[in-house]
């Protein structure tokens, strides 16, 4: 079954200062991988995806993530966090066998500090 | 274009009631998914509609169920209440199934079990 980890619940950093929230995943065939953003009582907000080429994505709001596939690691980044920037975030892996059924990771709190 | 909208966006029940959601995809979008959002188990996939067809469904008990209308928006029904039940019911439209866009997910519906 298709899968994702987050190791870190939470991730703290300092506005201005670069922005990584760590993602691995475990597919059988290729994956096609994505990131949302939750804030509170809200829904899922896509920043972006990876289905083939380029290793390195770009997304929405300055965020970008990096494909790896000897590492199977997808790790999301922002060069200068922002404190809006604070949020939940989930990776998650598209069920490849037919159907959009996302499995998502815990999720990582962000939390940006002034 | 309108987003995806889901009613009621909160509501309360007692143990052993039953609920009706209702989900409105985007327009022109013809894949709806549904998601239960709890603290303990995270972001669970619950079922995926596809013209009016039920293409996958996840590992719930059989008191949740959907179903999908012809102008693609879709409700889902929980019978027979449980406390466990209280989560963030997440509904997400995509443009087709088993392609590479993303879904796009609406605010959900808290629904809190008494």
Redesign the interface.
């Given at each position: 079954a298709q899968s994702v980890a987050q190791p870190e619940d939470q991730v703290n950093v300092a506005e201005g200062n670069p922005l990584t929230v760590k993602c691995t995943y475990s597919v059988s065939g290729n994956p096609?991988l994505?990131w949302?953003v939750q804030y509170p009582?809200?829904?899922?907000?896509?920043l972006l995806?990876y289905?083939t080429g380029d290793n390195l994505v770009k997304g929405s709001y300055g965020f970008e993530a990096e494909f790896n596939k000897s590492q199977t690691s997808f790790h999301l980044k922002k060069p200068s966090a922002l404190v809006s920037d604070s949020a939940l975030y989930?990776c998650?892996v598209r069920?490849p066998y037919?159907?959009?059924?996302?499995?998502?990771?815990?999720?990582n709190q962000v939390v940006v500090i002034p | 274009k309108a987003g995806v909208t889901q009613t009621p966006r909160y509501l309360i029940k007692t143990r052993g009631q039953q609920v009706t959601l209702s989900c409105s995809p985007i327009s022109g979008h013809r894949s709806v998914s549904w998601y239960q959002q709890t603290p303990g188990q995270g972001l669970q996939f619950l079922f995926e509609y596809f013209s009016e067809t039920q293409r996958n469904k996840g590992n719930f008990p059989g008191r949740f169920s959907g179903r999908q209308f012809s102008n693609s928006r879709s409700e889902m029904n929980v019978s027979t209440l449980e406390l466990g039940d209280s989560a963030l019911y997440l509904c997400a439209s995509s443009l087709e199934v088993a392609d590479y866009n993303e879904q796009f997910f609406g605010p959900g519906t808290r629904l809190t079990v008494l």
């Amino acid at each position: 079954a298709q899968s994702v980890a987050q190791p870190e619940d939470q991730v703290n950093v300092a506005e201005g200062n670069p922005l990584t929230v760590k993602c691995t995943y475990s597919v059988s065939g290729n994956p096609y991988l994505f990131w949302y953003v939750q804030y509170p009582n809200r829904g899922l907000q896509f920043l972006l995806k990876y289905i083939t080429g380029d290793n390195l994505v770009k997304g929405s709001y300055g965020f970008e993530a990096e494909f790896n596939k000897s590492q199977t690691s997808f790790h999301l980044k922002k060069p200068s966090a922002l404190v809006s920037d604070s949020a939940l975030y989930f990776c998650a892996v598209r069920d490849p066998y037919g159907n959009n059924r996302l499995a998502f990771g815990k999720g990582n709190q962000v939390v940006v500090i002034p | 274009k309108a987003g995806v909208t889901q009613t009621p966006r909160y509501l309360i029940k007692t143990r052993g009631q039953q609920v009706t959601l209702s989900c409105s995809p985007i327009s022109g979008h013809r894949s709806v998914s549904w998601y239960q959002q709890t603290p303990g188990q995270g972001l669970q996939f619950l079922f995926e509609y596809f013209s009016e067809t039920q293409r996958n469904k996840g590992n719930f008990p059989g008191r949740f169920s959907g179903r999908q209308f012809s102008n693609s928006r879709s409700e889902m029904n929980v019978s027979t209440l449980e406390l466990g039940d209280s989560a963030l019911y997440l509904c997400a439209s995509s443009l087709e199934v088993a392609d590479y866009n993303e879904q796009f997910f609406g605010p959900g519906t808290r629904l809190t079990v008494l």
